[in-house]
């Protein structure tokens, strides 16, 4: 991770699950001050271990700005980023697991400085060539040296992929859920 987010305060949205606790390591390792955002306390378990300095349920309007903001939640939880954005600040929108339409002021947005808003969507940037080899590279080398875990939190059968994926959708999985396939 780039240097420049070292001493800058994080919020990372839906911070429980798979990609938000690879964020939350990740922002961590690059010296960021990490507030890890969950829908319930439970949720919140383990993740100051992974390197969250504090962790919230929901993100509110209204507090202490953030100069970056990895949202995954979309809805009212990005409408509370853009309200949350330091002047000088990013927010990263890459999911709506909301489902939610996001409504915001957005000349309040632009008024608090020269805030920035991007879209982020993975399969884009991969066709479009600006992720590879050298990026899997980068986070191979950070888990084979221990400093990014990966949590397996549900391993089952491919056979069972139904269930997998409506225990990831209920948010029953902090972390990453692994299909097995068995040979006969």
Same mark, same amino acid.
């Given at each position: ?65 953030? %100069? #970056? ?7 009212? *939880?990005?409408?509370? /980023? @853009? ?5 000088? $600040? ?62 397996? %939190? #549900? ?7 139904? *269930?997998?994926?409506? /225990? @990831? ?5 902090? $972390? ?9």
């Amino acid at each position: 991770m780039s240097t420049w987010i070292d001493g800058s305060s994080v919020a990372i949205t839906g911070a429980a699950g798979g990609v938000g606790r690879f964020a939350v390591q990740l922002a961590h390792d690059a010296g960021a001050k990490v507030t890890a955002v969950v829908g319930n306390p439970e949720r919140g378990e383990g993740l100051r271990e992974i390197g969250a300095d504090d962790f919230v349920v929901g993100l509110e309007p209204e507090g202490e700005p953030f %100069d #970056l903001i990895l949202e995954s939640a979309g809805g009212r *939880s990005l409408a509370a /980023a @853009l309200s949350r954005v330091s002047p000088e $600040g990013t927010v990263v929108s890459f999911g709506n697991s909301s489902n939610e339409p996001t409504t915001f002021d957005a000349r309040g947005f632009y008024r608090r400085g020269r805030p920035t808003l991007r879209g982020y969507f993975v399969t884009h940037e991969l066709l479009e060539g600006r992720l590879g080899t050298a990026e899997l590279t980068r986070l191979v080398e950070l888990v084979s040296s221990a400093r990014l875990r990966v949590e397996v %939190d #549900l391993v089952v059968p491919w056979t069972e992929a139904a *269930s997998a994926v409506q /225990a @990831l959708l209920e948010r029953h999985v902090r $972390g990453k859920a692994v299909l097995t396939v068995g040979w006969s």
